[in-house]
């Protein structure tokens, strides 16, 4: 399939089983979560939809991006995500679009640098976050995105990025303090804490780059996850709230969770060799 010329996108195919399962596993999700919500008489609307829809379809991309090599991460992280949509509801699909992209950019899965499209898109996209979220971490995740992919383009894409941001930012609204996050969302803290050590000390990916089939630096992925879990971290202290990343932390622990696993089975097949 031919890619696009561009550091943000990758490409989606039904030809792969995975693919088929985000696609197909999101849509019935979308549908489960709507009868949920008819019978708590609650409204379904086109926005709800899309935004359940996107929100599983994200944490399933997100995790793609923190775990190159296992497909199962990605599967297991829609799952997540459809848990805590059914617990809490909703989640931010401006901030978990804006921290996903910025992670895909560190770690490098498209192979290319950032174009100069891209950088207004990011440009864009953090005007808005800023503006609308005061989400100054989610802003410092894309334009680490930018800088790190940006190639000969790294010092005008991340400024243009960052003077994007900062301008959202002088004319939000928005409450940019901080405040004591529920039990919950501590619970969330934690596991992302820990899924950084599990990942601190992986090897370097196998996979590679969809474009130019280039190694997965092993310092890039690991920056983008410690990207992920701090974003999770901040956000989490401004709102009070971790369920607007969710989709973000479902990828992060679905990650962490197959590390786990693979262990499991390596030490299992250990004892009965």
Do not use: C
């Not at 679905?254 to 786990?260: I, K, Y």
């Amino acid at each position: 399939m031919r890619q696009l010329d561009t550091a943000l996108g990758r490409s989606i195919s039904w030809d792969y089983p995975s693919h088929r399962f985000a696609l197909i596993g999101s849509a019935a999700g979308t549908v489960i979560l709507a009868v949920v919500r008819l019978v708590g008489d609650r409204p379904v609307t086109i926005g709800n939809l899309l935004g359940t829809f996107g929100a599983l379809f994200f944490a399933w991309g997100v995790a793609r991006e923190l775990d190159p090599d296992e497909n199962l991460a990605a599967s297991i992280a829609l799952v997540l995500a459809f848990v805590a949509l059914l617990q809490y509801g909703f989640a931010s699909l401006w901030l978990v679009g804006g921290i996903g992209l910025g992670a895909r950019l560190i770690v490098g899965t498209v192979g290319v640098s950032v174009r100069w499209g891209d950088a207004a898109v990011l440009s864009l996209l953090a005007g808005y976050l800023g503006y609308r979220h005061a989400s100054w971490i989610a802003i410092a995740v894309m334009v680490l995105g930018a800088v790190v992919a940006g190639g000969r383009r790294r010092i005008p894409a991340g400024l243009l990025v960052a003077t994007a941001g900062v301008i959202g930012l002088a004319f939000s609204n928005e409450p940019a303090g901080f405040v004591v996050p529920d039990g919950e969302t501590l619970v969330a803290l934690v596991g992302a804490v820990a899924a950084i050590v599990i990942l601190w000390n992986d090897p370097a990916p196998s996979s590679l780059t969809d474009r130019r089939q280039k190694p997965i630096e092993r310092e890039r992925l690991l920056m983008g996850r410690v990207a992920a879990a701090v974003a999770i971290v901040v956000i989490s202290f401004q709102t009070g709230f971790f369920a607007a990343l969710s989709p973000v932390a479902s990828a992060l622990l679905a990650t962490a969770a197959v590390r786990v696993i693979r262990f499991v089975q390596t030490e299992t097949r250990g004892l009965t060799d």
